[in-house]
């Protein structure tokens, strides 16, 4: 080969190299020419990502209907790259589980993240745990469940132990008198070691204390469960704290009895007073507090009132207000009434991107009436409106996923957090599905 030859193929390979490694470059920092861009024409532009975290683990992506990718085995998670920006649909698919899907928008040097998917089983089993029963309640440790049974000889009171699968007898209405007694109540110490019985007999209220964890139960005659100083209205404990309203319509905080130096003389310090403009108490009244962190609420009936700091008094908030339950992660508030569901952020990292705390989010309205709403985890919701059973995400970008897992001949459920399986009253039937989530 000869030196012109020579020199006339490293020119030629110069001048590749000064065309092709610009490209190169632009293409390894994610430069693509997009011919179809919204505003229309040619442009060059940078290609954005998709992160997705999806329970169960190894289910299939698709992005417009095509295949991209399948989650780890590991985590559960797939990163799908060099996305040019617009809308994708994105579907999530897996044999025996309901689909998801949601069009997300993709934008130029950044990674769209979706972190908490959760498919639903579809057509999940369910298997009946026991018969005859017309109500039941379940323990704040959700291990026990008290079942309400009634026959011609009158009612009793089962337990039903979730943990070893074991139903026994705790007390009947001959146990608790040889008249007639009707059941108004029943509450469960915050141990669920005991259950608080309110009964009517001879024309009167009477309250008794059940000890479910001795053997046999230990059933006492108590007193009317009643605030701990004179002038409160209602209180609540929350950890260290106490907070309670008084019967002059004052939020105080911390309360507490101490010893006087005069012949042991005991006198109360009331705490402090949060409020400034007293809140307006109305007679014959259900009222209830309910404290969250930073934040306050008051009860009156249907309506829900917000303890505003800033103002020191209580301003309506929701109505009418059915019942609101916190997330297990503690970051937000489902409050619903019988035909609508909404969010309460209350930090701003709650796992849904931009929303900052206070803000509230409109998830659904419905036509069937909404009975129970339970957190399946910190990002879905489970719920029941008529007889159907819905399970619903929380992520209002696009579309809300929701789905029907069972219907049942007007059901009372219950979500365990414990061994994640629902718990469905139908027909005086007792109902247990499958486990729902890993």
Not at 61 to 72: A, G, P, Q, S
Not at 184 to 205: A, C, N, T, W
Not at 316 to 324: A, H, N, V, Y
Request: aromatic share 14%; proline share 5%; with cysteine.
């Amino acid at each position: 080969m000869t030196k012109k030859t020579r020199t006339i193929l490293f020119l030629i390979c110069l001048f590749l190299f000064i065309l092709i490694a610009p490209s190169v470059i632009f293409y390894s920092q994610g430069y693509r020419i997009d011919i179809n861009p919204p505003a229309g024409g040619i442009k060059i532009t940078q290609t954005g990502g998709l992160f997705l975290k999806i329970v169960p683990k190894q289910v299939e992506v698709f992005v417009d209907e095509k295949l991209k990718k399948k989650t780890d085995f590991f985590f559960g998670s797939a990163l799908i790259e060099n996305l040019l920006p617009k809308k994708y649909k994105i579907q999530i698919k897996k044999e025996g589980y309901y689909p998801w899907e949601k069009n997300l928008e993709i934008k130029e040097k950044e990674v769209a993240e979706v972190k908490n998917i959760v498919l639903i089983p579809e057509n999940p089993n369910f298997s009946i745990l026991t018969k005859e029963v017309k109500d039941f309640w379940v323990s704040p440790d959700e291990r026990k469940i008290i079942l309400f049974e009634e026959n011609e000889k009158g009612w009793a009171l089962k337990l039903l132990d979730l943990e070893r699968n074991v139903k026994s007898h705790l007390i009947d209405e001959k146990g608790i008198s040889r008249e007639k007694v009707e059941l108004f109540d029943l509450e469960f110490s915050s141990d669920s070691k005991e259950i608080f019985l309110e009964v009517g007999m001879e024309e009167q209220l009477k309250y008794f204390t059940l000890e479910i964890d001795e053997i046999p139960p230990v059933l006492t005659e108590s007193k009317k469960p009643s605030p701990p100083f004179e002038n409160a209205l209602i209180y609540k404990t929350v950890r260290q704290d106490i907070y309670y309203l008084n019967n002059l319509g004052h939020l105080f905080k911390n309360p507490s009895v101490a010893k006087g130096e005069d012949e042991g003389e005991a006198f109360i310090d009331y705490g402090e007073n949060l409020t400034e403009k007293p809140f307006s108490i109305k007679q014959e009244t259900e009222y209830a507090l309910e404290i969250f962190p930073d934040f306050v609420f008051l009860r009156e009936s249907q309506i829900l009132y917000q303890f505003n700091p800033n103002s020191k008094s209580f301003e309506k908030f929701f109505e009418p207000i059915k019942d609101l339950k916190i997330s297990p992660d503690y970051k937000k508030i489902v409050y619903f009434s019988d035909y609508e569901i909404w969010i309460l952020f209350l930090k701003d990292k709650s796992n849904q991107p931009q929303k900052k705390a206070g803000e509230k989010l409109f998830l659904i309205r419905l036509s069937e009436q909404i009975k129970d709403c339970f957190w399946f985890d910190s990002n879905y919701l489970v719920f029941n409106a008529g007889d159907k059973i819905k399970i619903a995400e929380i992520d209002d970008r696009d579309r809300i996923n929701i789905v029907d897992v069972a219907e049942f001949a007007n059901p009372k459920i219950f979500w365990n957090k414990n061994d994640k399986k629902l718990y469905v009253l139908s027909d005086e039937n007792l109902n247990q599905s499958e486990r729902l989530l890993p």
